[in-house]
C-alpha cells in the first residue's frame, strides 16, 4: 500500500471505532496492525481505503469477541453510625463493593466503597431518606469494569430493538413519500387537464359569441336593406 493512503487507513479504522457492534457503544482497548492490501493504479483513492479499513475493524472485532464496559465509580459516604447496616445494604443492591470504613468521631463513620454509575443516579435521594437527611456523599470516576452477562444481554437486546424500531420508521417514511409524490402527480395531471379543459371551454364560448356577433350583423346589414328597398318604393 502506498504511503500516502496509510492515513485514510487509520482514518477508516478509527471512524469505525467510535461505533461498536453490539451497542453502539464507542470501542477501546483494541491494536490494529496494517500489514498488506491490495492496490490499483487507477481505481485506488483514499475513500475506497477507508471502507476498506471500516469492513476489516467489523470483520476483525466480531471475532474478537467484545464485550460492554461500564464506568465505576469511587465514593466516599458519611453517614451516622446506627445507619451503617441500612446503606451498606443498599450498596449492596446497587452492585457495589465496601472497600473500607473510617470513624469520624461525633457517631459518624466514612464509608469507603465502588459501585457502577449506572446504579448511582437516584443515590442522592435514597441515601437522604434512609438517613434522614443526615447522610451524605462524594464520588468521582474510577475505572471502567465489564456488564454483567445478563445485563450486557438486556441492553444489547434493547439496542437491536431501538435500531428496528428506526429502520421500520425510516421504511415507513420512504413509503408515505413515495405515495405523497404520486399523489402529487396525480393532482398535477388533473389540475393540468382541468385548465386545458377550462381553456377549451372558453374557446368555445368565445367561438359561440363570435357566432351570435355575425347573426346580430347580418340582421343588422337585412334591417338596413329593407329599410332603404322601402324609401325607394316609397
Same mark, same amino acid.
Given at each position: 500500500?502506498?504511503?500516502?493512503?496509510?492515513?485514510?487507513?487509520?482514518?477508516?479504522?478509527?471512524?469505525?471505532?467510535?461505533?461498536?457492534?453490539?451497542?453502539?457503544?464507542?470501542?477501546?482497548?483494541?491494536?490494529?496492525?496494517?500489514?498488506?492490501?491490495?492496490?490499483?493504479?487507477?481505481?485506488?483513492?483514499?475513500?475506497?481505503?477507508?471502507?476498506?479499513?471500516?469492513?476489516?475493524?467489523?470483520?476483525?472485532?466480531?471475532?474478537?469477541?467484545?464485550?460492554?464496559?461500564?464506568?465505576?465509580?469511587?465514593?466516599?459516604?458519611?453517614?451516622?453510625?446506627?445507619? &451503617?447496616?441500612?446503606?451498606?445494604?443498599? &450498596?449492596?443492591?446497587?452492585?457495589?463493593?465496601?472497600?473500607?470504613?473510617?470513624?469520624?468521631?461525633?457517631?459518624?463513620?466514612?464509608?469507603?466503597?465502588?459501585?457502577?454509575?449506572?446504579?448511582?443516579?437516584?443515590?442522592?435521594?435514597?441515601?437522604?431518606? &434512609?438517613?434522614?437527611?443526615?447522610?451524605?456523599?462524594? &464520588?468521582?470516576?474510577?475505572?471502567?469494569?465489564?456488564?454483567?452477562?445478563?445485563?450486557?444481554?438486556?441492553?444489547?437486546?434493547?439496542?437491536?430493538?431501538?435500531?428496528?424500531?428506526?429502520?421500520?420508521?425510516?421504511?415507513?417514511?420512504?413509503?408515505?413519500?413515495?405515495?405523497?409524490?404520486?399523489?402529487?402527480?396525480?393532482?398535477?395531471?388533473?389540475?393540468?387537464?382541468?385548465?386545458?379543459?377550462?381553456?377549451?371551454?372558453?374557446?368555445?364560448?368565445?367561438?359561440?359569441?363570435?357566432?351570435?356577433?355575425?347573426?346580430?350583423?347580418?340582421?343588422?346589414?337585412?334591417?338596413?336593406?329593407?329599410?332603404?328597398?322601402?324609401?325607394?318604393?316609397?
Amino acid at each position: 500500500i502506498p504511503k500516502n493512503y496509510v492515513p485514510a487507513v487509520e482514518k477508516g479504522l478509527r471512524e469505525s471505532m467510535e461505533k461498536g457492534p453490539l451497542a453502539g457503544c464507542r470501542v477501546v482497548n483494541i491494536k490494529a496492525v496494517l500489514y498488506d492490501g491490495s492496490y490499483h493504479d487507477v481505481d485506488s483513492n483514499e475513500m475506497a481505503f477507508k471502507i476498506a479499513a471500516s469492513l476489516a475493524f467489523k470483520k476483525g472485532i466480531a471475532e474478537a469477541k467484545p464485550c460492554l464496559l461500564e464506568p465505576v465509580m469511587k465514593l466516599e459516604i458519611v453517614v451516622p453510625d446506627e445507619y &451503617m447496616g441500612d446503606v451498606m445494604g443498599d &450498596m449492596n443492591k446497587r452492585r457495589g463493593k465496601i472497600l473500607g470504613m473510617e470513624p469520624q468521631g461525633n457517631g459518624y463513620t466514612k464509608l469507603l466503597a465502588e459501585a457502577p454509575q449506572a446504579e448511582l443516579f437516584d443515590y442522592a435521594i435514597v441515601l437522604r431518606a &434512609m438517613t434522614q437527611a443526615r447522610g451524605s456523599f462524594e &464520588m468521582e470516576f474510577e475505572k471502567y469494569e465489564e456488564v454483567p452477562h445478563a445485563i450486557a444481554q438486556k441492553i444489547i437486546d434493547d439496542y437491536k430493538a431501538s435500531q428496528e424500531r428506526t429502520e421500520s420508521l425510516k421504511a415507513f417514511r420512504e413509503q408515505k413519500s413515495l405515495e405523497m409524490g404520486a399523489l402529487d402527480e396525480k393532482r398535477d395531471e388533473f389540475i393540468e387537464k382541468a385548465n386545458n379543459q377550462e381553456y377549451v371551454g372558453e374557446e368555445e364560448n368565445n367561438s359561440q359569441e363570435q357566432v351570435t356577433e355575425n347573426k346580430d350583423e347580418k340582421a343588422k346589414v337585412k334591417d338596413l336593406e329593407l329599410s332603404l328597398q322601402c324609401n325607394h318604393e316609397c
